[in-house]
């Protein structure tokens, strides 16, 4: 054991890691394109863009260059009375490339602060007009991540049951499969009408941690449609959709009604320094200008408006303005619908699912889908010894790959997959 692991043992507390069981963890030594490298030399293709951040392979030359060049210019300061050349240039290219109604850019640390600032945001947007509502509607299945709020408008389950006394009340809709889109929009009207919601916040067309189920633009158009019917703000939790994901900037691109408020972060830096970006409208921003301090939004994070990780953004944006980042998403998703077709009669596979450089593959199982589905290990490891880093959602193996993997290395991943399906026969 190496006398990193021996200290990581000792001391080091992983994220949603059993540490009883949990098994060694890799020990890299360096990340290069679309690849890690442990102290062994064994290399890793990253299928899953570490925890689905990366987007244009590790340690790109360009982004390397621009948080160079930014360090020894502002490294971190203050966000509340100052201002920075980066964090401004982000903010205007940012709304530039949402809908025209987007205007107010929020930074925060990730993405379940960019959450958690979106919740705080309606709540107060409503309170500030002094018509507090306090029920927000969400979908079954969500994830919106690890804080308070953001665990409250998530799934309630075994991720979080320890906490479910100290959530506030939320109200759910079932998800909305092609069975259930005129039900769930009933039950949206008849929640809506009661004039007690605040806001209605989605994973735009992919619940993602859910197992990469995916919905259609059309049922969400309805839903928003029927949000503004009744005044109820929209909150689109685009921390995972964005930034070529589902194979435009962001999942909203897929519809014609869009949200009020935006979360952004993970493929914001390109993945390589955390920042969470929550975008309002002016009509959101506007009920908080008031004469008594009270009414603005009090919340704030010490590191918010880093200019290391804004300029970590202005270069990932850079990249994605020059075009071939644009040919390398449209080159993956055409093959995983290539190899969607390929599989979908497979006799192993209950569904597969593709939108833009996501695939997800689900598996039967005796267990029926769940998280914690004992194929789950045996797919990690089995992936693993073969030089493939993917974390399989229960049953459900899924890539959602740096745009630097070439069709060869995506060859040999989906050969890998078919192997490991292959080897539950035996
Ligand atoms: C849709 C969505 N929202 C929020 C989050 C939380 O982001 P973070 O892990 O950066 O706090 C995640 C993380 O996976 C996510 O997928």
């Known amino acids: 054991m190496s006398s990193v692991l021996e200290k990581d043992k000792q001391h080091v507390w992983h994220p949603f890691t059993q540490m009883k069981t949990a ?33 244009h392979g590790h340690c790109h030359a360009h982004m390397t260059k621009k948080i160079t060049e930014q ?20 903010a205007d290219r940012v709304v530039k490339l949402l809908p025209d109604h987007f205007q107010k850019v929020f930074f925060s640390d990730n993405g379940s602060t960019a959450v958690e600032v979106a919740i705080k945001m309606v709540f107060q947007y409503w309170y500030n007009l002094n018509q507090p509502k306090k029920r927000i509607l969400a979908l079954e299945g969500a994830y919106h991540g690890d804080t308070f709020g953001a665990m409250s408008v998530g799934q309630r389950d075994y991720f979080n049951k320890p906490f479910e006394p100290f959530f506030f009340d ?71 959709t964005a930034w070529g994901r589902t194979g435009t900037y962001f999942a909203m691109d897929h519809c014609d009604e869009k949200p009020d408020i935006v979360c952004l972060s993970k493929g914001l830096t390109g993945g390589v320094i955390p920042l969470g970006l929550t975008v309002a409208t002016d009509e959101i921003y506007n009920a908080f200008l008031s004469d008594e301090k009270a009414k603005a939004l009090l919340h704030g994070h010490s590191f918010t408006g880093n200019a290391i990780a804004c300029a970590a953004a202005n270069a990932s944006l850079d990249l994605f303005e020059i075009g071939y980042t644009w040919k390398r998403v449209a080159r993956i998703g055409k093959k995983h619908l290539t190899f969607q077709k390929e599989i979908a009669n497979h006799k192993a596979i209950k569904d597969v699912r593709v939108l833009g450089t996501i695939i997800a593959i689900e598996l039967y199982t005796e267990e029926g889908s769940s998280y914690f589905a004992s194929i789950r290990d045996k797919a990690y490891n089995f992936f693993l010894e073969k030089g493939l880093l993917i974390r399989p959602l229960g049953n459900i193996i899924f890539l959602n790959p740096p745009y630097s993997f070439k069709d060869e290395e995506l060859d040999v991943v989906y050969g890998t997959i078919l192997e490991f399906i292959e080897s539950l026969k035996a």
């Open 170 to 240: 939320v109200d759910y809709l079932d998800f909305p499969s092609k069975e259930k889109e005129e039900s769930t929009l009933l039950r949206a009207e008849e929640l809506f009408k009661t004039n007690e919601f605040a806001a209605v916040i989605v994973e735009p067309l992919v619940q993602g941690s859910a197992g990469m189920y995916m919905y259609s633009a059309s049922w969400l158009n309805e839903l928003v449609k029927i949000a503004r019917k009744y005044n109820v703000k929209v909150i689109f939790d685009e921390v995972m």
């Open 71 to 90: 360090i020894k210019q502002i490294d971190h300061i203050i966000f509340a009375g100052a201002t920075h050349e980066q964090a401004v240039k982000l």
């Open 23 to 55: 098994g060694e963890p890799l020990d890299i030594v360096k990340a290069k394109g679309s690849y890690l490298y442990d102290r062994e030399g064994k290399s890793y293709l990253d299928c899953n863009s570490s925890w689905w951040v990366n987007v």
